[in-house]
């Protein structure tokens, strides 16, 4: 079995060992906007009940910044990895 989010809100704090997410909430239009949730990316539709969820590398542990280009095709990410093991 494996589980799936369905939904998911977050926040993020500034404190030594973290980092402010630069443009947390970035608007796809006028119904979407995607944002960062842990070391995944959500995106949502205000209409529906369920967001849906972009999943990060596995050594991703925090999402430090996000883009979107001017045509808002392209959503860049920067993050955080844990070093190899």
């Given at each position: 079995?494996?589980?799936?989010?369905?939904n998911?809100?977050?926040?993020?704090?500034?404190?030594?060992?973290?980092?402010?997410?630069?443009?947390?909430?970035?608007?796809?239009?006028?119904?979407?906007y995607v944002?960062p949730?842990?070391?995944?990316?959500?995106?949502?539709?205000?209409?529906?009940?369920?967001?849906?969820?972009?999943?990060?590398?596995?050594n991703?542990t925090?999402?430090?910044?996000?883009?979107?280009?001017?045509?808002k095709?392209?959503?860049?990410?920067?993050?955080?990895?844990?070093?190899?093991?």
């Amino acid at each position: 079995m494996r589980l799936e989010p369905i939904n998911a809100l977050g926040a993020s704090f500034t404190t030594p060992d973290t980092y402010d997410i630069v443009d947390s909430l970035l608007y796809l239009d006028d119904d979407r906007y995607v944002y960062p949730v842990g070391h995944h990316i959500g995106l949502r539709h205000p209409a529906h009940t369920k967001a849906q969820f972009i999943n990060m590398a596995d050594n991703v542990t925090q999402i430090t910044c996000m883009r979107l280009s001017p045509n808002k095709r392209v959503l860049l990410v920067a993050s955080l990895c844990a070093p190899p093991t």
